[in-house]
């Protein structure tokens, strides 16, 4: 088999929410290895993450959250890969904000895990930016994907609809911080940190 990789670049587009929008660069992160992958968020534009899904069969398309520059093409993005669209139900009146005419396909709980070319994605709901915010945690690759809920410098933002400051707090604390320190984050937005440098963020 061969080798488990993550394939990387970067989007750009809006997010609009509580009638402001703003002008945005989304990181756009795919699992896999050379015959099959996952796809993390769709936010701006299906021909950007079908460039770095290549000819691989898309198992799922998995949201961290459904804020529209995570999900805005992830329907579009269904009917082109035949893949389901995993997402936290937590995060269904958020989801309702984009898409009206479209469902997502999977509810996603926290602990479960989604296999991907050998390997084993584990999924942690880490709410506050979004109620159903999650994080995906790979130990084979040794590396999590925290969307918009940690960041290099500390948390994502909390100071818009849906989102609470505390929690997303509570979230890092009992979700992330447990994982070892060497661990890389890959974020939603910006650069990659680790989990040792954000426990020293947040004291």
């Not at 990387?8 to 703003?22: I, Y």
């Not at 995060?91 to 989604?114: K, P």
Request: glycine share 10%; aromatic share 4%; charged share 25%.
């Amino acid at each position: 088999m061969s080798t488990l990789r993550i394939d990387h670049a970067v989007s750009s587009g809006t997010f609009s929410l509580d009638g402001e929008t703003h002008e945005v660069e989304n990181n756009l992160w795919v699992i896999g290895n050379d015959d099959e992958c996952v796809v993390i968020d769709a936010p701006h534009s299906v021909e950007d993450i079908l460039a770095l899904v290549g000819g691989r069969q898309v198992k799922a398309i998995i949201a961290t959250h459904a804020h529209d520059d995570h999900v805005r093409v992830a329907p579009e993005l269904r009917e082109r890969v035949t893949a389901p669209i995993l997402m936290h139900p937590a995060d269904s009146e958020v989801w309702e904000l984009t898409h009206t005419d479209h469902l997502w396909d999977v509810d996603l709980e926290d602990g479960q895990s989604i296999k991907v070319a050998g390997a084993s994605i584990k999924v942690l709901h880490t709410p506050g930016h979004a109620p159903g915010a999650v994080s995906l945690y790979v130990h084979d690759l040794g590396c999590v994907f925290t969307g918009d809920t940690l960041f290099e410098g500390g948390p994502g933002a909390t100071g818009r609809s849906f989102s609470d400051a505390d929690l997303i707090v509570e979230s890092i604390r009992a979700k992330l911080l447990d994982l070892p320190d060497e661990t890389v984050v890959h974020t939603g937005h910006g650069p990659d940190t680790t989990i040792g440098a954000e426990r020293a963020n947040l004291g």
